[in-house]
T-cell receptor, first 114, second 114 residues
Framework: AQSVTQLDSQVPVFEEAPVELRCNYS??????LFWYVQYPNQGLQLLLK??????LVKGINGFEAEFNKSQTSFHLRKPSVHISDTAEYFC????????????FGIGTKLQVIP | GAGVSQSPSNKVTEKGKDVELRCDPI?????LYWYRQSLGQGLEFLIY????????KSGLPSDRFSAERTGGSVSTLTIQRTQQEDSAVYLC????????????FGEGSWLTVV
């Protein structure tokens, strides 16, 4: 079984400040990791994903995440946030290869304060 | 089609009535998912279809919930004898299949049980 824990339900941050949204996972097998974003009144869209290779993954809108196998984490970061980054962010895990049930965390609401 | 299409976008129903929610995945996508999004609950996995394989129904919350996928394309999620706790946004997603891990979400069907 696999699960995802997003430790912060809400994260307020001032515009142009850095942000880190935390995600930890548990799985008995190799995993693939994702961050999805849901802007207000919109559907979910993929922000970035880790399948293999480099543990530092870059996504859209200046976001990046680092896969840390020893800490079973996949934290999302952005060095300088913008008002338009206000959204809900979901961490997700799937695996193993060939079986793609995707399990999501409960989400973290990022509120960027002007 | 260009994206995952869901209908209806909004449904208000009386407690005890049955409802059907429809999902039309992206053309050619073999994997189809249903999730439920409730306030404070994140994305709850309901069911996963992959090609002709038996669906993974492990997330269906009760036997009032069922889903089918006809011809490997369109899917219908049926909720019988609706209860107020069924009120949520029901999200459908699809992906191109095994080995391809990006899933694309529809806009969701907002169900309100009164």
């Amino acid at each position: 079984a696999q699960s995802v824990t997003q430790l912060d339900s809400q994260v307020p941050v001032f515009e142009e400040a850095p942000v880190e949204l935390r995600c930890n996972y548990s799985s008995s097998v190799s995993v693939y990791l994702f961050w999805y974003v849901q802007y207000p009144n919109q559907g979910l869209q993929l922000l970035l994903k880790y399948l293999s290779g480099s543990t530092l993954v870059k996504g859209i809108n200046g976001f990046e995440a680092e896969f840390n196998k020893s800490q079973t984490s996949f934290h999302l970061r952005k060095p300088s946030v913008h008002i338009s980054d206000t959204a809900e962010y979901f961490c997700a895990v799937s695996g193993p290869a060939g079986y793609q049930k995707v399990t999501f965390g409960i989400g973290t609401k990022l509120q960027v304060i002007p | 089609g260009a994206g995952v299409s869901q209908s209806p976008s909004n449904k208000v129903t009386e407690k005890g009535k049955d409802v059907e929610l429809r999902c039309d995945p992206i053309s050619g996508h073999t994997a189809l998912y249903w999730y439920r999004q409730s306030l404070g609950q994140g994305l709850e996995f309901l069911i996963y279809f992959q090609g002709n394989s038996a669906p993974d129904k492990s997330g269906l919350p009760s036997d009032r919930f069922s889903a089918e996928r006809t011809g490997g394309s369109v899917s219908t999620l049926t909720i019988q004898r609706t209860q107020q706790e069924d009120s949520a946004v029901y999200l459908c997603a699809s992906s191109a299949g095994q080995g391809v891990h990006t899933i694309y979400f529809g806009e969701g069907s907002w169900l309100t049980v009164v």
